[in-house]
């Protein structure tokens, strides 16, 4: 099986008390492809500038993820600056350049729009309905937004999440759709509005996932450094996604593992800038983990 990912490639520059990076790959789609890829095969629709290096193409492709649908357009390519503090909690934004992104228009290649497994990345609501609107007859579609579509383009929103199986959000994001304070009601409404499972990321308090089963709590993996928080967000949505695809299946029990896969894979990409830790990982080590996440609520 394959998941169809449409996000954002791009280059970030980072900068924390300890170290800083220029232009190294980020982007939605660049952190949820290579997470994913460790259990599936990936297929990416997104737009790269002139700029964008050819050694993270054949990063991707080294890694077996299908790029037919990135487009080169003329200009640069989509750029983020942000800095951390000593907390490395929410960075604070220096720079945002769209470039070649400001004009994206996903066309879904032809032999893309059969695909039963869909992620449709933070970008405009519009255009994930755009996508929604080409692809035939998906199994499950997932989706992932942020504050600022939340505020400026709520109808639109509303809209995707009625044809969307699964949201993954953080609890910010969750508490400005709902327009409530708390989770669990938060949790409700926005089940209301379409998605069959809300899964909300809480980076370091763990995962909750909410269905009309229950609640489900994954927690995250104490790690004594972290370096780079960049696209942990994205690389939980590819891990769980592509362990949900690999499974090939709608069952509650895979998904409450897919919650796990995903922190887990998220917990390695932030030992390390970029996707420089997500580049050398090996599904060995992610099984390690996943049975080390395991006996974190073990009572035996």
């Keep these: ?49 002139e700029d964008f290096p050819d050694e993270y193409i054949e990063l991707f492709r080294s890694k077996g993820i ?52 869909v992620f449709l990345a933070n970008i405009d609501p519009q255009l994930q309905l755009n996508v929604l609107n080409q692809v035939k007859k998906p199994k499950l579609v997932a989706c ?4 600022y579509w939340i505020e400026n383009k709520p ?24 327009k409530e304070p708390r989770i669990l009601r938060a949790a409700r409404t926005v089940l209301d509005m379409g998605p069959e499972i809300l899964i909300v990321k809480r980076g370091e308090y763990g995962a909750l996932m909410f269905s009309k089963e229950g609640i489900f709590w994954a927690p995250s993996y104490p790690l004594e450094e972290i370096v780079d928080p960049t696209g942990a967000g994205d690389t939980f949505a590819g891990g769980f996604m592509g362990y949900v695809t690999s499974q090939n299946t709608a069952d509650s029990v895979e998904f409450k593992k897919g919650v796990i896969y995903g922190s887990v894979v998220a917990s390695f990409t932030v030992e390390d800038f970029s996707v420089k830790r997500l580049a050398s990982l090996q599904i060995e080590e992610i099984s390690t983990r996943f049975q080390a996440f395991l006996k974190l609520s073990n009572l035996d």
């Design 1 to 49: 099986m394959s998941v169809l990912v449409v996000g954002s490639l791009a280059l970030d520059s980072i900068e924390t008390p300890f170290k800083s990076v220029q232009d190294v790959l980020g982007g939605s789609a660049s952190y949820f492809s290579l997470a994913a890829s460790l259990f599936t095969n990936v297929k990416v629709v997104a737009v790269v500038g």
């Design 155 to 178: 109808n639109e929103l509303k809209e995707v999440l009625r044809h969307v199986n699964i949201l993954i959000v953080n609890d910010s994001e969750i508490r400005a759709l709902a």
């Design 144 to 147: 992932d937004t942020m504050n």
């Design 66 to 117: 299908e790029l037919e649908g990135v487009k080169r357009a003329p200009g640069k390519t989509f750029r983020w600056h942000g800095r951390y503090g000593y907390d490395l909690g929410d960075p604070a934004t220096l720079g945002t350049f769209l470039n070649v992104f400001e004009k994206f228009d996903p066309m879904i290649p032809e032999n893309y729009r059969e695909m039963e497994y």
